[in-house]
């Protein structure tokens, strides 16, 4: 139990173009999903918190404008990169949390690698 | 001063060692206590997962946490290559309210 999947793995855009990215906890409701950032051999960045049907809490110095996050449902947020750059090519992983006793739990998603041209 | 600190290695052991990983914090507020194992270029995989001080086994892995020292371990027995990852810990305060802070990783090599 507790996955969650990401799509894509991984995508390559030109510059200036928008992408998305879909996470998805398959086998249990998630209240709460968080979106991480990756550099290479770096430890997680959290970018923000979502919460389904309301909006998202973005750290800061995180653009809320350019990363746009939407918790529609219990089982699926998005995060759409706006006019993406060469800066923003990083790993992006999500993770969810799930209600219940154990709700300090994580459970991440595969990732999605972005490379921007 | 960072929340969680972490060694980031790389830290290269012989197959078959005792391997053992560590994380300080400032934060007397955390009582939630987690370990993760990332593969390369994979999303992190939790391994062991401990509320309050003492020590948790799950096959070759222990978890021990000693909250007056501020200091949290894994152990691992046994070491296999299919070890070799990088481990994170991650630490929480409790509530729904609460961040998880993690590590910076470190990363465990096991040869051969």
């Known amino acids: 139990g507790a996955v969650v999947s990401q799509h894509p793995s991984w995508v390559i855009c030109k510059s200036g173009t928008s992408v998305k990215i879909e996470c998805r906890s398959l086998?249990?409701?998630?209240?709460?999903m968080f979106w991480y950032r990756q550099f290479p051999k770096q430890s997680l960045m959290l970018m923000a918190t979502?919460?389904?049907?309301?909006?998202?809490?973005?750290e800061q110095g995180v653009e809320k404008d350019k990363f746009l996050i939407n918790h529609a449902s219990l089982t699926l947020s998005t995060l759409t990169v706006t006019s993406a750059h060469p800066e923003d090519s990083s790993f992006y992983i999500c993770?969810?949390?799930?209600?219940?006793?154990?709700?300090?739990?994580?459970?991440f998603g595969p990732g999605t690698r972005l490379t921007v041209l | 001063q960072k929340e969680v600190e972490q060694d980031p290695g790389p830290l290269s052991v012989p197959e078959g060692a005792i391997v053992s990983l560590n994380c300080t914090y400032s934060?007397?507020?955390?009582?939630?206590f987690m370990w993760y194992r990332q593969y390369s270029r994979k999303g992190p995989e939790l391994l062991m997962y401990?509320?309050?001080?003492g020590n948790k086994e799950d096959g070759r892995f222990t978890a021990q946490v000693d909250k007056s020292s501020k200091y949290i371990s894994l152990f691992i027995r046994d070491s296999q290559p299919s070890d070799s990852a990088t481990y994170l810990c991650?630490?929480?305060?409790?509530?729904?309210?609460?961040?998880?802070?993690f590590g910076s990783g470190t990363r465990l090599s096991i040869r051969p």
């Open positions: 934060n007397s507020a955390f009582q939630y």
């Open positions: 993770s969810a949390r799930s209600r219940g006793d154990r709700y300090n739990e994580q459970f």
């Open positions: 401990t509320y309050s001080s």
């Open positions: 086998d249990f409701q998630a209240t709460t």
């Open positions: 991650a630490m929480s305060a409790g509530s729904s309210a609460s961040k998880i802070i």
């Open positions: 979502s919460n389904e049907g309301s909006k998202a809490t973005y």
